[in-house]
């Protein structure tokens, strides 16, 4: 038995890394289930700035690709089953936001609302093209909920 070509394994690859493992094919709402991984991945990291933009960017750039590749499998340009967008969504709205569990509950619903609502230019960025439209759009959501939460701690006195 001959092992499976790089080719072959490519798409695989790329479903496990754009539905985050699996966590895409979640029947409803798969998208806050995949706010949620992102939530936990923010929680498992170590609190270093320097290592939050490093997964980022290259979950970003892991996005681009995995999405790219899995929209002819899925034979959507914006499949639902790719949530990779909402972890990387969630980690930006977190990002240099000094917050506990109430704080990343709080970007986790920011974020979620941005990612709906998708203000100027979000909705715009959908159109690039491939999965650069796919992850573009919940980065700029993304930015939206990071400054209103970045706004509310400082209202409350919780940032200098």
């Not at 992102?38 to 609190?47: A, D």
């Amino acid at each position: 038995m001959t092992p499976p070509s790089d080719a072959a394994s490519r798409p695989l690859t790329a479903i496990a890394c754009s539905t985050v493992l699996g966590v895409g094919y979640v029947p409803v709402a798969p998208g806050t289930a995949g706010s949620a991984a992102g939530l936990l991945l923010w929680w498992l990291l170590p609190p270093a700035p320097v290592v939050h933009v490093a997964v980022i960017v290259a979950l970003f750039v892991v996005g681009v690709w995995s999405a790219t590749a899995v929209a002819p499998h899925f034979g959507k340009p914006d499949p639902g089953q790719v949530v990779i967008d909402e972890v990387v969504g969630v980690l930006i709205t977190l990002l240099w936001n000094p917050v506990g569990l109430g704080g990343a509950v709080t970007a986790f619903l920011l974020f979620r609302f941005f990612d709906i609502v998708k203000p100027f230019p979000a909705r715009r960025l959908e159109r690039l093209h491939g999965g650069l439209g796919v992850m573009a759009d919940d980065a700029m959501a993304a930015v939206y909920g990071n400054l209103v939460l970045r706004a509310g701690l400082r209202l409350m006195g919780w940032t200098s």
